[in-house]
C-alpha cells in the first residue's frame, strides 16, 4: 500500500509557476513509476509527466518546455515544477505511483491560472 499527499496547487496569473509536492509513505525506490496527471472541469484525466525509478522522464506535448518533473529520493517526494503557466494548464493535479503492479493516486490539488 502507498499513500501520497500532495500539495502546493493555488492561484497563480498566467506566466508564474508553481510547484507541486507528492509526498509517498514508502520509499520511492520502492515504486517503479510516479507522476502527474491533471483532470480540467469536463474532460477526461491526462498524463503530464511521469519518472521511472531509474530517472526516465516523459512529457506530454503540451507541457514540454515549461513543467519538470524530479525525485527528491531523501524526502520520498516528487516535484513537479510548473512555470509559464497558461489558462489551459487549469485543472486538478492528482500524483500517481505505480508499485507491483498496482496504481495508486493522491487527493490531488487545485491549480488555477487566471488570464
Known amino acids: 500500500q502507498v499513500q501520497l499527499v500532495e500539495s502546493g496547487g493555488g492561484l497563480v496569473q498566467a506566466g508564474g509557476s508553481l510547484r507541486l509536492s507528492c509526498a509517498a509513505s514508502?520509499?520511492?525506490?520502492?515504486?517503479?513509476?510516479m507522476g502527474w496527471y491533471r483532470q480540467a472541469p469536463g474532460k477526461q484525466r491526462e498524463l503530464v509527466t511521469t519518472v521511472t525509478s531509474g530517472g526516465d522522464t516523459n512529457y506530454a506535448d503540451s507541457v514540454k518546455g515549461r513543467f519538470t518533473i524530479s525525485r527528491d529520493n531523501a524526502e520520498n517526494t516528487v516535484y513537479l515544477q510548473m512555470n509559464s503557466l497558461k489558462p489551459e494548464d487549469t485543472a486538478v493535479y492528482y500524483c500517481?505511483?505505480?508499485?507491483?503492479?498496482?496504481?495508486?493516486w493522491g487527493q490531488g490539488t487545485q491549480v488555477t491560472v487566471s488570464s
Open positions: 514508502i520509499s520511492i525506490f520502492r515504486i517503479a513509476v
Open positions: 500517481k505511483a505505480v508499485r507491483l503492479g498496482q496504481n495508486y
